[in-house]
């Protein structure tokens, strides 16, 4: 039996996972717009359709696919993660330029869905030309990049909840200042490449950041739960809740894949996460 490639391995799971992000946030998108806003509901309808098409398909594959069908199903995933990004980016510029008045979507969080959409088609870029980072660097950029998107979440958290619901509210700020602050601490390290790459560095740097991402992810998961039982007054969609939730669950997964591979570093390695 011919063993499982890595390639196909990593290549699903980012499909699986992103797929379904890029899903939801088309509903989320059309959520926002107005009644008449048809054309670009539409759009966000037929976003929706193709990644749930894309999910769906990904789970036909196993392990054991052949590498080459994996990477033609990697460039036309590709193509649509670009398409999304370029109608996530159009959005974002008719919001800017007050075209869409009284819509209900936060620029900041079109341009963090369209973040999120150019990571997914990068990643599956890297894979298709087996260019993925080397670890030390690997862990930087990811950070830099998830604790964007954990610093995001705390905010659009904060904005969504119903004003009198105060501990919440301030909690949800709290956790916005603590990711902002990861963050720069984060972009400092970036900016001393290389001399900041030291394992020890990283460690200390993954070990951090794991204990705030764990506590942000127990106040998601929390904010979930609550607003699925009706115990939360704000205008956050149940879906939006449980979304934010995997997000923080998959840079704990990425932090736990990197702290493993360095664990056994002696060497330069290639980041399998």
Same mark, same amino acid.
């Given at each position: 039996?011919?063993?499982?490639?890595?390639?196909?391995? !990593? /290549?699903?799971?980012?499909?699986?996972?992103? /797929?379904?992000?890029?899903?939801?946030?088309? =509903?989320?998108? !059309? &959520? $926002?717009?107005?009644?008449?806003?048809?054309?670009?509901?539409?759009?966000?309808?037929?976003?929706?359709? &193709?990644?749930?098409?894309?999910?769906?398909?990904?789970?036909?594959?196993?392990?054991?696919?052949?590498?080459?069908?994996?990477?033609?199903?990697?460039?036309?995933?590709?193509?649509?993660?670009?398409?999304?990004?370029?109608?996530?980016?159009?959005?974002? $510029?008719?919001? #800017?330029?007050?075209? %869409?008045?009284?819509?209900?979507?936060?620029? %900041?969080?079109?341009?963090?869905?369209s973040r999120e959409a150019n990571y997914f088609r990068n990643?599956?870029?890297?894979?298709?030309? $087996?260019? #993925?980072?080397?670890?030390?660097?690997?862990? @930087?950029?990811?950070?830099?990049?998830? #604790?964007?998107?954990?610093?995001?979440?705390?905010?659009?958290?904060?904005?969504?909840?119903?004003?009198?619901?105060?501990?919440?509210?301030?909690?949800? !700020?709290?956790?916005?200042?603590?990711?902002?602050? %990861? #963050?720069?601490?984060?972009?400092? =390290?970036?900016?001393?490449?290389?001399?900041?790459?030291?394992?020890? %560095?990283?460690?200390?740097? &993954?070990?951090?950041?794991?204990?705030?991402?764990?506590?942000?992810?127990?106040?998601?998961?929390?904010?979930?739960?609550? @607003?699925?039982?009706?115990?939360?007054? /704000?205008?956050?969609?149940?879906?939006?809740?449980?979304?934010?939730?995997?997000?923080?669950?998959?840079?704990?997964?990425?932090?736990?894949?990197?702290?493993?591979?360095?664990? $056994?570093?002696?060497? !330069?390695?290639?980041?399998?996460?």
């Amino acid at each position: 039996m011919r063993m499982p490639d890595a390639f196909v391995i !990593r /290549s699903i799971d980012e499909i699986r996972f992103w /797929s379904r992000i890029m899903k939801e946030h088309s =509903l989320f998108l !059309r &959520l $926002g717009f107005r009644c008449e806003d048809t054309q670009l509901i539409n759009e966000a309808n037929y976003f929706y359709k &193709l990644f749930e098409g894309i999910e769906q398909r990904s789970h036909a594959f196993g392990v054991n696919t052949d590498p080459t069908t994996i990477q033609k199903f990697n460039i036309e995933v590709h193509t649509a993660a670009s398409h999304i990004w370029a109608f996530k980016r159009k959005i974002l $510029g008719l919001i #800017l330029t007050c075209q %869409l008045p009284g819509q209900n979507n936060f620029p %900041l969080l079109v341009d963090h869905t369209s973040r999120e959409a150019n990571y997914f088609r990068n990643r599956l870029e890297e894979l298709n030309q $087996g260019k #993925l980072e080397p670890l030390q660097d690997a862990i @930087i950029d990811e950070n830099v990049f998830f #604790l964007k998107i954990m610093a995001d979440h705390a905010k659009f958290i904060g904005h969504l909840l119903d004003p009198s619901e105060r501990k919440l509210v301030d909690q949800a !700020r709290e956790f916005s200042h603590d990711f902002d602050q %990861l #963050l720069f601490q984060a972009q400092d =390290l970036d900016s001393m490449r290389p001399q900041s790459q030291t394992q020890p %560095l990283l460690n200390q740097f &993954l070990d951090q950041n794991k204990v705030s991402v764990k506590s942000l992810r127990d106040f998601k998961e929390t904010a979930r739960d609550l @607003i699925n039982q009706c115990k939360i007054k /704000s205008i956050i969609h149940p879906l939006l809740a449980d979304h934010v939730f995997r997000e923080a669950e998959r840079f704990l997964e990425i932090i736990d894949m990197f702290e493993a591979a360095l664990t $056994g570093v002696g060497k !330069r390695a290639n980041l399998t996460h």
